[in-house]
């Protein structure tokens, strides 16, 4: 297995987002620059194929640059939807650790399950709960 870096994951998502508002800047890459939530989707869905392949044949060194791939993806939807004044990194990190919180009430709420199905249901009655009632909406 390969060793982790001594850097902080956070520092270094930090300094991805930095290297993504750089390629997206006026010095940067124009394809990058020119790069929208939509003509991101197919290059999500091909680099998460790309992962799925990877995991599919237990090849760790794949997985790993595949992982990166699609996490360079989402930082630059995260990068573009920041630029247009939707919402930051903050925001994302906060609503699914949020959401994370809500949905496993039997580790953060006391809320006891007996057994894989109970779990089950439970995250659905949930889910469920959240479509009648979305998080509020961004600014």
Same mark, same amino acid.
């Given at each position: 297995? /390969?060793?982790?870096?001594?850097?902080?994951?956070?520092? %270094? &998502?930090?300094? !991805? !987002?930095?290297? $993504?508002?750089?390629?997206?800047?006026?010095?940067?890459?124009?394809?990058?620059?020119?790069?929208?939530?939509?003509?991101? %989707?197919?290059? !999500? !869905?091909?680099?998460?194929?790309?992962? +799925?392949?990877?995991?599919?044949?237990?090849?760790?060194?794949?997985?790993?640059? /595949?992982?990166?791939? $699609?996490?360079?993806?989402?930082?630059?939807?995260?990068?573009?939807?920041?630029? %247009?004044?939707? &919402?930051? @990194?903050?925001?994302?990190?906060?609503?699914?650790? @949020?959401?994370? +919180?809500?949905?496993?009430?039997?580790?953060?709420?006391?809320?006891? $399950?007996?057994?894989?199905?109970?779990? =089950?249901?439970?995250? %659905? =009655? +949930?889910? @469920?709960?959240?479509?009648?009632?979305?998080?509020?909406?961004?600014?």
């Amino acid at each position: 297995m /390969e060793t982790e870096t001594a850097a902080d994951p956070l520092d %270094q &998502f930090a300094r !991805l !987002l930095q290297l $993504v508002e750089h390629l997206r800047g006026p010095d940067g890459c124009p394809w990058d620059r020119r790069q929208t939530p939509i003509s991101l %989707q197919k290059y !999500l !869905l091909e680099e998460t194929s790309e992962l +799925i392949e990877a995991i599919d044949q237990a090849q760790s060194s794949e997985i790993c640059d /595949e992982i990166g791939d $699609v996490l360079f993806i989402l930082t630059l939807l995260i990068a573009i939807h920041r630029e %247009q004044q939707q &919402f930051s @990194a903050d925001e994302v990190f906060a609503r699914i650790m @949020a959401k994370m +919180i809500r949905r496993h009430p039997h580790v953060f709420g006391g809320a006891p $399950v007996s057994d894989e199905d109970e779990l =089950r249901a439970q995250w %659905q =009655r +949930i889910k @469920a709960l959240e479509k009648q009632s979305p998080p509020p909406s961004l600014p």
